[in-house]
């Protein structure tokens, strides 16, 4: 294979979901793709660890908008059926308040509705087909206006995108009112509140802050949730071959120290050992606080914005187990609500692990067909702030954390084998993991009507620097990084073929660079 121009070659830094997406689909294009990551393996937060000798998903747990990565695997010359195996559970989520109020929430809809009515009554019932309906109409009105589309601005810009003077779209997504406060006039039962709001957690922030407009998660799990066989990170891998197949060269264990700047624009970056790869774009599968905050090197800050600490999303303690559990009867999804949200969220902002937490716990061995005999795998989360480089946990915290959580566990009649084998994982581990975030595992905080306009988006302040990732837009979550990947790749080509047509690079001996075929953008 001929050596790639100059002009052809793309560094991408981070091997998270986002990265691994642009890489897989800018090889498919033609591009010479370098992936340079710091660990030792792909996955960003998409990763797990060994405990007591079976490997615990450490990360994302929840697998939906699967046509996302059928459109990614398509574009990139394969199938997404080709390299991972899906399943749909039946039940989505069990959850419960005490050992006597438990919920489940169905695959189909129509029994989810049945199970709510028998929970807190035919009036419940009627409110969850509104709430519904409601969450598709906002999903329906943002899904390729913002969703699938690159970063917009408010009003103007969106109301261009979802039709001109289209007053009625933008009172629909209900941007100006609290996520709780409108769950309130769809149920009258504190639980069902509770138990959909959820869904703000799902991108690191309150429902008490969060707009409503974050309804539309709903939506999208009624979409379809699947479970991956291998767990979340057999989909890393599969996104790792996929660019191996397109001609991806992938480097793990390579911290990047500087992304190089010159005349103005990104031209590669600088490894931590002192190496140089020069490239005509670059694209950052990191936090923008990152950048921000010179990670990257002094000519890098400028390209995004800093983050307030007081902005930044949700952290968590995990503690990633390998266990015997008894007294209740574990789903793959279960949540355990505290008798007091709003106590729990304020604990937080304050910039303390709740006393009281609610806690999702994943059985990762659950659902797939085989009998649980003896320990199983678990993953178990509790939200804390995000203050991993101001505060020290110290062992005292973390016991009294654990503590916590499992009386939480008990009050619902979960019980977990003592003493708990099992890695913890807190808001210091992540920042060290993720830098400049303390911690924050889904970028800046979804509070307030303009949080999804201030989100980072693909373009930078230096031009032919990009960003992708779950921290950037549309938002968090592996679906959301899969879609900043893909408008990553797009504006990445885009660029480049535009340079190419009518702006011809002198490279290095004064050659000038013929235009390339390249396929469309999308």
């Known amino acids: 294979m001929a050596q790639a121009q100059p002009e052809q070659q793309i560094v991408v830094i981070g091997a998270g979901i986002g990265g691994l997406v642009s890489a897989a689909l800018l090889g498919a ?17 998409v990763r797990q660890i060994g405990v007591d000798g079976r490997p615990v998903d450490a990360g994302p747990t929840v697998f939906t908008l699967r046509d996302v990565f059928e459109d990614i695997f398509t574009a990139a010359g394969s199938s997404l059926s080709d390299h991972v195996t899906l399943r749909e559970p039946a039940v989505l989520a069990r959850h419960a308040w005490d050992h006597t109020a438990q919920l489940d ?3 189909d809809p129509q029994h989810s509705e049945a199970a709510i009515g028998d929970f807190a009554g035919a ?3 009627r409110g969850y087909r509104a709430f519904r309906a409601e969450a598709q109409c906002i999903h329906t009105i943002l899904d390729k206006s913002m969703m699938r589309a690159g970063k917009v601005s408010w009003p103007l810009p969106l109301m261009w995108r979802i039709g001109l003077l289209r007053f009625g779209d933008l009172a629909a997504i209900r941007p100006y009112e609290s996520l709780w406060k409108v769950l309130g006039e769809h149920f009258a039962d504190p639980r ?9 957690t799902y991108c690191g922030s309150s429902p008490f802050a969060t707009p409503a407009t974050l309804m539309l998660v709903a939506h999208v799990e009624a979409l379809g949730v699947w479970l991956i066989d291998g767990g979340m ?4 891998d599969a996104l790792v071959r996929l660019g191996y197949a397109n001609g991806v060269t992938f480097r793990f264990g390579a911290p990047v120290e500087t992304v190089l700047v010159e005349r103005g624009r990104a031209a590669g970056v600088i490894l931590a050992g002192g190496e140089r790869l020069a490239a005509a774009a670059v694209i950052v599968n990191a936090d923008p606080a990152a950048l921000a905050a010179g990670c990257f090197g002094a000519d890098a800050a400028r390209a995004a914005a800093p983050l307030p600490a007081g902005r930044r999303s949700l952290s968590a303690l995990t503690w990633l187990a390998h266990a015997k559990t008894s007294g209740f009867p574990l789903e793959r999804h279960n949540v355990f609500f505290s008798p007091d949200y709003p106590a729990e969220f304020r ?10 937490p609610s806690v999702y716990v994943c059985a990762q061995d659950r659902d797939t067909g085989l009998a649980v005999t003896g320990r199983e795998r678990l993953q178990i989360i509790v939200n804390a702030p995000a203050n991993g480089d101001s505060h ?16 939480s566990l008990q009050r619902c009649g979960l019980i977990l084998e003592h003493p708990l084998v099992h890695e913890l994982v807190h808001p210091q581990t992540f920042a060290q993991l993720f830098p400049a975030t303390g911690g924050a595992l889904y970028g800046r905080a979804s509070h307030g009507w303009a949080a999804s306009f201030l989100r980072q988006g693909t373009r930078t302040r230096i031009p032919g620097l990009f960003c992708a990732g779950g921290s950037t837009h549309p938002g968090a979550g592996v679906p959301m990084a899969a879609l900043s990947g893909q408008l990553a790749a797009a504006t990445t080509a885009q660029m480049l073929a535009s340079m190419r047509r009518f702006h011809p690079v002198a490279m290095p001996g004064g050659m000038s660079m013929r235009s390339a075929t390249t396929a469309a953008t999308g």
């Open 29 to 45: 294009r033609g591009y010479a793709v370098t992936v340079v990551e710091k660990e030792a393996g792909p996955g960003g937060k």
């Open 392 to 407: 020290a946990y110290t062992p005292k915290e973390i016991d009294r954390c654990g503590q916590a959580m499992t009386a």
């Open 233 to 236: 990170s057999a989909l890393a």
């Open 347 to 356: 604990a937080i902002a304050g910039g303390a692990p709740p006393a009281d």
């Open 123 to 125: 009036a419940a019932a």
């Open 105 to 107: 929430l169905h695959a």
């Open 192 to 200: 069902l509140r509770q138990l959909f709001g959820r869904y703000s």
